[in-house]
Nanobody, 126 residues
Framework: QVQLVESGGGLVQAGGSLRLSCAAS???????MGWFRQAPGKEREFVAG????????AYADSVKGRFIISRDNTKGTVYLQMNSLKPEDTAVYYC????????????????????WGQGTQVTVSS
Protein backbone atom coordinates (compact mmCIF):
# COMPACT_ATOMS: atom_id res chain seq x y z
CA GLN A 1 0.00 0.00 0.00
CA VAL A 2 1.40 3.35 -1.05
CA GLN A 3 1.52 6.05 1.57
CA LEU A 4 2.72 9.63 1.42
CA VAL A 5 2.86 11.38 4.77
CA GLU A 6 3.58 15.11 5.00
CA SER A 7 4.84 16.90 8.06
CA GLY A 8 6.33 20.24 9.03
CA GLY A 9 3.45 22.59 8.42
CA GLY A 10 2.41 25.24 10.90
CA LEU A 11 2.00 28.93 11.63
CA VAL A 12 4.83 31.31 10.85
CA GLN A 13 5.23 35.06 10.52
CA ALA A 14 5.90 36.67 7.18
CA GLY A 15 9.58 36.47 6.34
CA GLY A 16 10.02 33.27 8.29
CA SER A 17 10.88 29.76 7.17
CA LEU A 18 9.42 26.28 7.35
CA ARG A 19 10.61 22.91 6.07
CA LEU A 20 8.06 20.40 4.89
CA SER A 21 8.85 16.70 4.67
CA CYS A 22 7.06 13.94 2.81
CA ALA A 23 7.84 10.32 3.57
CA ALA A 24 6.87 7.84 0.85
CA SER A 25 6.42 4.13 1.36
CA UNK A 26 5.12 1.22 -0.67
CA UNK A 27 6.34 2.54 -4.05
CA UNK A 28 8.50 -0.02 -5.83
CA UNK A 29 9.38 1.89 -8.97
CA UNK A 30 11.14 5.11 -9.83
CA UNK A 31 8.98 8.13 -9.04
CA UNK A 32 9.25 11.85 -9.39
CA MET A 33 7.97 13.89 -6.48
CA GLY A 34 6.05 17.11 -6.47
CA TRP A 35 4.66 19.63 -4.02
CA PHE A 36 1.32 21.28 -4.74
CA ARG A 37 -0.75 23.70 -2.70
CA GLN A 38 -4.33 24.79 -2.44
CA ALA A 39 -5.39 28.06 -0.89
CA PRO A 40 -8.99 28.67 0.23
CA GLY A 41 -11.24 29.29 -2.74
CA LYS A 42 -8.50 28.52 -5.24
CA GLU A 43 -7.53 25.55 -7.36
CA ARG A 44 -4.62 23.35 -6.41
CA GLU A 45 -1.41 24.51 -8.05
CA PHE A 46 2.06 23.16 -8.69
CA VAL A 47 4.76 24.49 -6.38
CA ALA A 48 7.90 22.44 -6.99
CA GLY A 49 8.99 19.09 -8.35
CA UNK A 50 12.08 16.89 -8.48
CA UNK A 51 12.91 13.93 -10.67
CA UNK A 52 13.93 10.52 -9.35
CA UNK A 53 17.63 11.26 -9.82
CA UNK A 54 17.35 14.84 -8.62
CA UNK A 55 18.81 16.12 -11.88
CA UNK A 56 15.58 17.82 -12.95
CA UNK A 57 13.94 20.38 -10.71
CA ALA A 58 11.13 22.82 -11.43
CA TYR A 59 9.51 25.63 -9.46
CA ALA A 60 6.46 27.77 -9.89
CA ASP A 61 7.42 31.34 -10.68
CA SER A 62 5.79 32.50 -7.46
CA VAL A 63 8.27 30.55 -5.30
CA LYS A 64 11.47 30.69 -7.34
CA GLY A 65 14.37 31.97 -5.28
CA ARG A 66 12.52 31.32 -2.01
CA PHE A 67 11.70 27.59 -1.95
CA ILE A 68 14.10 24.69 -2.38
CA ILE A 69 13.03 21.12 -3.11
CA SER A 70 15.28 18.17 -2.41
CA ARG A 71 14.99 14.43 -1.92
CA ASP A 72 16.77 11.62 -0.16
CA ASN A 73 16.02 8.33 -1.90
CA THR A 74 17.70 6.32 0.85
CA LYS A 75 14.99 7.59 3.18
CA GLY A 76 12.19 7.79 0.62
CA THR A 77 11.68 11.40 1.63
CA VAL A 78 11.27 14.68 -0.22
CA TYR A 79 11.70 18.07 1.42
CA LEU A 80 10.49 21.57 0.69
CA GLN A 81 12.49 24.32 2.35
CA MET A 82 10.37 27.44 2.34
CA ASN A 83 12.11 30.75 3.05
CA SER A 84 10.97 34.36 3.01
CA LEU A 85 7.40 33.22 3.43
CA LYS A 86 4.58 35.55 2.44
CA PRO A 87 0.93 35.61 3.51
CA GLU A 88 0.02 34.51 -0.02
CA ASP A 89 1.91 31.25 0.60
CA THR A 90 -0.83 30.26 3.05
CA ALA A 91 -2.37 27.02 1.80
CA VAL A 92 -2.65 23.31 2.36
CA TYR A 93 0.48 21.76 0.91
CA TYR A 94 0.34 18.32 -0.67
CA CYS A 95 3.12 16.05 -1.80
CA UNK A 96 2.58 13.72 -4.73
CA UNK A 97 4.42 10.90 -6.46
CA UNK A 98 4.51 10.15 -10.18
CA UNK A 99 5.67 6.81 -11.63
CA UNK A 100 8.36 7.55 -14.19
CA UNK A 101 10.42 5.49 -16.66
CA UNK A 102 13.35 7.84 -16.74
CA UNK A 103 15.57 9.14 -13.99
CA UNK A 104 15.32 12.75 -15.13
CA UNK A 105 11.63 12.90 -16.01
CA UNK A 106 9.53 15.45 -14.18
CA UNK A 107 5.93 16.55 -14.64
CA UNK A 108 4.34 19.71 -13.34
CA UNK A 109 0.70 18.87 -14.05
CA UNK A 110 -1.51 17.63 -11.25
CA UNK A 111 -3.16 14.96 -13.38
CA UNK A 112 0.20 13.30 -14.07
CA UNK A 113 0.71 12.34 -10.43
CA UNK A 114 -0.41 8.94 -9.20
CA UNK A 115 -0.33 9.19 -5.42
CA TRP A 116 -1.09 11.99 -2.98
CA GLY A 117 -0.55 12.75 0.66
CA GLN A 118 -3.23 14.05 2.98
CA GLY A 119 -1.84 17.59 3.07
CA THR A 120 -0.34 19.82 5.72
CA GLN A 121 -1.49 23.33 6.55
CA VAL A 122 0.90 26.25 6.20
CA THR A 123 -0.28 29.59 7.52
CA VAL A 124 1.77 32.75 7.13
CA SER A 125 0.68 35.71 9.20
CA SER A 126 1.37 39.30 8.17
Amino acid sequence: QVQLVESGGGLVQAGGSLRLSCAASGINTRYAMGWFRQAPGKEREFVAGVSWSGSSIAYADSVKGRFIISRDNTKGTVYLQMNSLKPEDTAVYYCAADHVWGDALLQTTESDYDYWGQGTQVTVSS
